[in-house]
């Protein structure tokens, strides 16, 4: 994933672009700002290093000017010309924290009813529809849209998406072995793959933690490290974030990892199988009977000691992990080695970054067997969408480059596909006589998210049903912390892709983890099969992947119940099966 620089770098950009929108500047302009904020979001290079070696310019998009602003902010933290703008456009940016309010309406909410705060916005909301009629162009479809977004943000955990909680422990991460750490693993929710993060809990060696806070505390991105106990630093971060970290020798790392990871309900259970056996488990270690400490230098000594097989971290809730076959159940589980191959992914034929020919390669790099190209449908104007003249064009490119790699010997085969917008009405965005022609369809909701749920489900009954759609994807079209997911009959819509052996999606970009855990065990009792995809759109979001295959552990999704394990023979068996 990207470094942490990259991603406060590029927002900077994006602010400065949504500021310039409100503002009316020229499209080209503000479309230059967020084309440097999406190349710098994909910059797999730490832009500290391209500035040492004077290598920003490379990046595309980035001339002389952006370059100077870039170095500006890797120096001070912060960019002059956006605290300018900020200045003389206050509450612009707060007010588009908000789901559904953009740069312009934002704009108008400042300008011309002096709204600059989420509880000005709330007094104003207040005094009713009578109050909202007198104001031009604010129509009542537009308030109740503001409205609804507002209580979306009100009802917004303050847990960090588990994208973002990624990002920031591989910084801590690196920032600890510069003070000397010796192991540094992820604990707490972050390992057991939970889709929010409420602090960071890390497990780390180091002789004294005393010592590790005093070496953390000098540190520029740590605000504040102190011990809080024996064997434990409490930290915060100049992000705001709380971190726990739990000091231990080589010995008791495992019996303290597995403490440290939880959760709970899981601890509960477990102690007590220990405590039958005479043993306790501490956050700094195992200790036996008599009091004597007990070596668990693994995390398997202390479940072996249990009477348990080894419990993965992402199916520690209390419940099923601790059944009378959960070893069968375990060995049944998808893995991430036994995905074959990736059915959603976009180049730059419509809003990737890369040729197919990169995106081919990098599949390849990791493995997969075959990769579906499903760039975007016409109607997603603002991602390039392909018509029937330009999907035609590429399942051509798709052709020659399967001859290309068939001739190179290469082990990966590309699917021509295409993810069609489901659009308002249920209707799909491109003729059924076009996506006939094509190896895989997925079908996905990218516009009316805000229908009733009735519509909303009737929309996807609609598309299910068509015969045409072989993958419903991230079926709730939620963004993790900044878009509610969409609401419709989960029972009925599920139970007819079963019908019409529909699979559905399981997406594993961890900012929309859709499926989430929750509607995936719901759609599992109703005998559904899953597509666990990256979603990719540049090469190293092929790396995703574990975050979908951990997402359907969690559900306890087996390996043939996901069509993305099957070798590609058996997989175009399945597609030509469902659509006679």
């Known amino acids: 994933m990207p470094v942490l620089t990259n991603l406060r770098v590029a927002r900077i950009f994006e602010q400065v672009a949504d500021l310039l929108e409100a503002k009316g500047e020229s499209p080209f302009k503000i479309q230059a700002y967020r084309r440097v904020a999406r190349n710098l979001e994909r910059l797999e290079e730490d832009l500290h290093v391209l500035d040492a070696e004077d290598r920003l310019t490379d990046i595309p998009g980035v001339g002389k000017e952006i370059e100077k602003k870039i170095r500006e902010i890797l120096r001070t933290g912060k960019l002059g010309y956006l605290e300018r703008l900020k200045a003389e456009l206050p509450g612009v940016l707060t007010l588009m924290e908000i789901p559904g309010i953009g740069p312009k309406t934002a704009y108008r909410l400042t300008q011309e009813l002096g709204i600059r705060t989420i509880e000005d916005l709330e007094a104003a909301l207040a005094r009713g529809d009578d109050f909202w009629s007198r104001v031009p162009r604010f129509t009542p479809h537009l308030v109740d849209n503001i409205r609804r977004g507002l209580e979306a943000y009100r009802r917004r955990s303050p847990r960090l998406p588990l994208a973002q909680a990624v990002v920031l422990f591989e910084e801590l991460r690196s920032t600890l072995t510069q003070v000397g750490a010796g192991r540094v693993e992820p604990a707490g929710s972050l390992r057991r793959y939970e889709e929010t993060v409420g602090d960071l809990d890390l497990v780390v060696v180091f002789p004294d933690a005393g010592e590790l806070a005093r070496r953390l505390s000098g540190k520029p991105e740590v605000e504040s490290a102190e011990t809080a106990g024996r064997g434990w630093v409490r ?5 705001g974030l709380s971190v726990d970290l ?24 477990l102690e007590a199988r220990l405590a039958a056996a005479g ?9 036996g009977p008599g009091g004597t400490p007990v070596p668990a230098a693994d995390e398997e ?6 009477g ?6 992402e199916v520690r809730e209390g419940g099923e992990e601790f059944g009378p076959d959960v070893a069968r159940r375990l060995a049944r589980l998808v893995d991430l080695a036994d995905i074959r ?10 809003d990737g970054s890369a040729p197919l020919e990169v995106m081919a390669q990098a599949a390849a790099e990791r493995g997969l067997e075959y990769l579906a190209i499903s760039d975007h449908s016409a109607g997603r104007a603002n991602a390039r969408g392909l018509n029937a003249e330009r999907l035609a064009a590429q399942r051509a490119a798709i052709a020659a480059l399967n001859e290309e790699l068939h001739r190179r010997g290469a082990r990966i085969c590309l699917l021509a596909g295409i993810e069609v917008d489901i659009r308002a009405d249920g209707r799909l965005d491109l003729p059924g006589e076009v996506l006939k022609t094509l190896d895989v369809v997925v079908g996905s909701l990218h516009t009316a998210l805000t229908q009733p749920p009735d519509r909303v489900t009737e929309r996807l009954l609609r598309a299910i049903r068509t015969g045409l759609v072989d993958i419903l994807g991230h079926p709730t079209a939620r963004l ?16 007819a892709a ?8 399981i997406n594993a970009n961890p900012e929309r983890l859709d499926l989430n855990a929750a509607d995936i065990r719901l759609a599992r009792g109703l005998g559904a099969r899953f597509a666990i995809n990256t979603d990719a759109h540049y090469p190293s979001n092929f790396d995703l992947m574990r975050f979908g295959v951990m997402t359907a552990r969690k559900a306890w999704v087996c390996r043939d119940e996901v069509v993305n394990t099957r070798p590609l023979p058996e997989l175009r068996e399945w597609l030509k099966q469902r659509r006679r």
Do not use: C, M
């Open 498 to 505: 079963v019908e019409a052996g529909v699979a559905l999606e």
């Open 341 to 350: 191959g990736d059915l959603q992914s976009h180049t730059d034929w419509s």
């Open 480 to 495: 993790i912390g900044s878009r509610e997911p969409v609401d419709f009959d989960r029972e009925e819509v599920f139970r």
């Open 308 to 313: 348990l097989p080894y419990i993965p971290p």
């Open 301 to 306: 000594v202390v479940y072996k000691l249990a």
């Open 279 to 287: 043993y306790r488990l501490t956050g700094e270690g195992l200790v």
């Open 235 to 239: 930290a915060r971060l100049a992000s």
């Open 246 to 269: 739990y000091v231990v020798g080589p010995a008791d790392f495992g019996a303290a990892w597995v403490w440290a990871t939880g959760n709970r309900d899981h601890l509960r259970e």
